[in-house]
Every structure is written in structure tokens, then in C-alpha cells.
């Protein structure tokens, strides 16, 4: 092959993968690679180059959509950006347990995004959230209806806090709620860097049937500043394959319904 034909074929394959990003949000090295015969260092050479233009932020076995309007919470550090791939796994899992004609709660953060971006548009469910780019993302889906709760916003986060918010929550009632954490001893429960969001997430938990924890594996046997629940307020906890097994048999015995994504 010459080299202006080989040049024209690296163009062509660029712009597909840009656009299959700009469908579905994330790509996979290995699928790009037989989709395009080529070899996974030659995607992942592609992927490299979109990176350093800031058209992508790479992630294990692939790379995910960058967005310069996402929130500081949704810009991954190079930890968040490790465990990617589970999140997107996490989200498919922890949406599956979503019934017709739910009313849930969909916290802030980025696995609780995945929750969102994998929600059956076809079952017509409510859809509580303090997060802008959540309600964003749903918004096209004509069976969810969205419910933004008010507050005082939160710039780093794009999520709204504050007596406002936790006294309209108190209005409802809801079959789920699905909260993301920074941190989970398991031992003492559930943490978040930030006090006015653990103080929310309080009365979610308080107003839900069935609290959802959705975090992956490097979560557990961390803490952070604010605390948000003990561990036995915790229903189901959605996690990755990571976790210690010892973890596992440890919330089991608390009655708590471990789900590998």
C-alpha cells in the first residue's frame, strides 16, 4: 500500500472512531481493533493522539467522551479514569434492577451517571435527581419523568445542596434510591468528601425503600470527610469483581445483597 493511500486509510479510521465516541459516549480498544483490522497499539496510538487534543480522556481498555461542560465531580482523576470500565459496568447492572412505573433517586457522581446513561428508556419510570448533567442526560427520554429537587448549586459538582433541596425531598417517597460514595468502611458505612451532600443523601435514604450503593471496588476500606450511613442502612451494593472476598461474606452476613457487575 502507498503511503498517500495508507495516510487516507489512518484519517478515515480517526474520524469513525470519533464519531462512534460522540454516539456511544465511550469506545474499546479491543473492538476497535477488529472492527478496524488493525492492531490494539495502533488504536491505542489513535486513541493517545485524540487524547493530547483533548478529545478524549483514555481509560482502561478504552477511552470515554471528554466534555468540557461536565462538572468537576464527572473530570476523573487518573484513579477514576482506572476503574472506567467498571463504572460503565456497574451503571449496566445497577440499572437492570430498575422496574416499570419506579419512582428512583439518582445521587450525583459518575457511576450513578452510568446508572443514568443505562436507564431503559422504554419503562416509564420517575426519576428524582440534584444533578444537572443527570437530568441533561435524560432529558430526551420521553417515558422518564425527571424530578430536579431545587437548591443552592454546587459549581464543582453541577449539583444542587442545601436547606431548599433536603426540605423538597422530604415530599416524596421512593422505591430506590442510588447513591455513589467516596468512600465505604465497611465496618463503620458510607462517606463523601463533601458535608451539604452527606446531609442530602441522609434524607434520600431516609425516604427510599431500597438504598443502592453503586461503587467500585477501590471505594471500599476508605473514608472521607462527611459521613452519610452506617453500613446497615445499605439494602444492595453494586459493585465490581475487584472486591475482596472477605468484604463480600462480611456485608452478606449483615443481610446487605452484594451484586458483581
Partial sequence: MDKSKTKRSTVERRKKILN????NGQVFV?????????SEVTIRNDLELFESKKLLIRARGGAMKYDNSVSADYQLSEK???????????????????????TIILDSGTTTMEVAKHLDTEKAINVITNAFNI???LIHAQNINIIVPGGTLRKNS???????????LRNFYVDKVFLGVDGLDIKQGAFTPNI???????????????VILVADSSKFNRRSLAFICPTNKIDIIVTD????????????????????A
Avoid at 30 to 38: A, G, I, K, M, R
Fill in 80 to 102: 477514576d479514569k482506572i476503574h472506567y470500565a467498571e463504572k460503565i459496568e456497574i451503571g449496566k447492572k445497577a440499572a437492570s434492577l430498575i422496574k416499570e412505573g419506579e
Fill in 135 to 137: 437530568a441533561n442526560q
Fill in 241 to 260: 469483581e475487584n472486591m475482596q472476598k472477605a468484604d463480600k461474606l462480611f456485608l452478606e452476613e449483615l443481610g446487605i445483597d452484594v451484586v458483581i
Fill in 20 to 23: 462512534l465516541l460522540d454516539i
Fill in 158 to 168: 453541577h449539583s444542587l445542596v442545601g436547606p431548599l433541596a433536603e426540605k423538597n
Fill in 196 to 210: 451539604e451532600e452527606a446531609s442530602l443523601n441522609q434524607i434520600m435514604i431516609d425516604i427510599a425503600k431500597d
Fill in 30 to 38: 479491543h473492538e476497535l481493533s477488529e472492527q478496524f483490522n488493525v
